[in-house]
C-alpha cells in the first residue's frame, strides 16, 4: 500500500473528502517524522514501534580503490513490528 492508497481507503471507510483524508495523512507523517527528528520514541501499541539507533563511528573502505575511509557517527530511524502485526501476517 503505497500513500495514496491510504488516502483512497481513509476516504472510503472514513467518508470524508479525498483532500480532508490526504490532509489527516499528511499531518499524521508530519507529527511522526517531526517526533523522530527531535529523538523520540513512536509506539503504536500491537502495530509497530519507530525509534532512531545511533551507530557508532568506524572505519570502512572505499569499493573502488581499496582505501580506507572513516565513516562519521550516525542517527537511522528502525521499524520493529508489534507481536499483533507478526501474529496477523503469520496466519
Known amino acids: ?15 470524508i473528502s479525498k483532500l480532508e483524508a490526504a490532509t489527516v495523512v499528511q499531518i499524521f507523517f508530519d507529527s511522526m517524522t517531526d517526533a523522530m527528528a ?4 513512536i509506539e503504536v501499541r500491537g502495530l509497530c514501534s519507530f525509534f532512531i539507533k545511533n551507530h557508532k563511528s568506524y572505519a570502512g573502505r572505499n569499493p573502488k580503490t581499496g582505501e580506507k575511509v572513516i565513516i562519521k557517527p550516525k542517527k537511522l530511524p ?12 503469520n496466519c
Open 1 to 15: 500500500m503505497n500513500k495514496s492508497e491510504l488516502i483512497m481507503t481513509l476516504k472510503t471507510e472514513a467518508k
Open 78 to 89: 528502525f521499524f520493529k513490528a508489534g507481536k499483533e502485526l507478526k501474529e496477523r501476517v
Open 38 to 41: 527531535k529523538g523520540d520514541r
